[in-house]
């Protein structure tokens, strides 16, 4: 929700604010690398305080940031930006050892959490442009400290009344051995493709759209549907990967589906409908099979901490590139037709990746040199 509330009314806070689309492609990015340069310092915390509390400790920044945005200022915006990406970085990394660490059935657990993922991306990126026209682009940002507040609360809660964190605790960790680890890298870089393809669509779908000549509701109802049209993907793809012999198949079937959209979008605007509903699905499936990527390539619980740290510290910094580059390309061309095709073009190394990563196999274990 911190992230998609954004794009569906940047175009009201550059006019406001005065910024260039390159600075608002920051905007969109500063979160993304916030994900990627903290997230080594998660499995860190993990082992001292328990992940369940970390994931607690987490939702603090998160609240405070979202709701200093509603200041207006550039400053406030951008500082509660990064404040809420810092913990949204800690929780990311943690929940894929949480998953790992309590919960056998990981395919149907990391599916519903990709699925509330997106749903709450959805009502974001659906709600944010009516809120707007009622209380401000401030009140639109900071009225999603409400879901925040009420998650300190649940997830507070559930933390008081365990008296330990059964995961992700103890032991001092080699998470620097995965460096030297290729299959860890195939991970890593799925992540990293993945993301920068989804971040930079959710930053600048809704500009896309409008320049196609839709208007700001129905620009921000697709990306409503970009969000929430990926449910079905994330709830079904981590469940087929867990039956499958090797998730090859999955990386290149939801890979094909966002070279398709993004081709769509590119040559036949009108039907904008349909290729984000592809792109949806295909954003859907990867981000799920991303995340499964870590659970299933990694022996154990602390083991997928690391992965999942070092596949989202190198992966997001790499995605956090994607809003900022594609506004500049904007910027430099005057028009998104660039952009579209930067992206389609980044669909076949993600294949590649995908390819490499969905082979059956685990990272070295933490006692092995």
Known sequence: MAVASVPPIIDEVQRELGLSATAAGFLTAAPVLCFGLLAPVAPVLARRFGAERVVLLALVPILVGVLGRGAGSTLALFAGTLLAGAGVAAANVIVPSVVKGRFRRSGAITGVYVATLTAGAALAAGLTVPIERRLGWEGALAVWAIPAAAAVLVVGAAVLRQSGSPTARGGEGNARRLLGDALAWQVTLYMGLQSLVFYAALAWLPSILRDSGYGAGT?????????????????????????????????????????????????????????????????????????????????????AAELSAMAQAIGYSVAALGPFLLGALYDWTGDWDAPLVALLALTAPLAAVGLAAGRVGTVRAAGRV
């Open 219 to 303: 620009a921000g109802t697709l990306l409503a549907l970009y969000a929430l049209g990926g449910v079905p993907a994330s709830l079904a793809v981590p469940v087929l990967a867990t039956r499958m012999g090797d998730q090859r198949l999955l990386a290149a079937a939801v890979t094909a589906l966002e070279a398709v959209a993004l081709l769509g979008l590119l040559l036949a605007p009108g039907a904008a409908v349909l290729w984000v509903l592809l792109f949806a699905l295909g954003q859907g499936g990867a981000i799920s099979l991303a995340l499964m990527l870590m659970v299933l390539r990694a022996p154990d619980a602390p083991r």
